[in-house]
């Protein structure tokens, strides 16, 4: 079901700690963390803590994680 993290899925690894990223930010409802295979040297990805397949079932499900993956994003 949405949001239940899924033990096949990178991003949900890299929020509970099974894989080791570069956490650069987090809050209550979302991780920012240094890309793994960085297209630009800076690259920083934002993801939700919970899992959900896609942003649209994302902004469906939990429209506030929604919004704060996009305001994470936006603040570099
Ligand atoms: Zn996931």
Redo the contacts with the bound molecule.
């Keep these: 079901m949405p949001g239940e993290?899924?033990t096949d899925?990178?991003?949900?690894k890299i929020?509970t700690g099974d894989i080791p990223a570069t956490i650069v930010r987090e809050s209550e409802t979302t991780v920012a963390f240094r890309d793994i295979n960085p297209q630009a040297p800076t690259h920083v990805l934002v993801?939700p803590k919970a899992?959900?397949p896609d942003a649209a079932s994302l902004a469906a499900g939990d429209p506030q994680a929604a919004a704060d993956v996009l305001r994470e994003a936006a603040s570099g």
């Excluded at 899925?9 to 949900?12: D, M």
């Design positions: 993290p899924q899925c990178l991003f949900c929020v993801i899992h959900y």
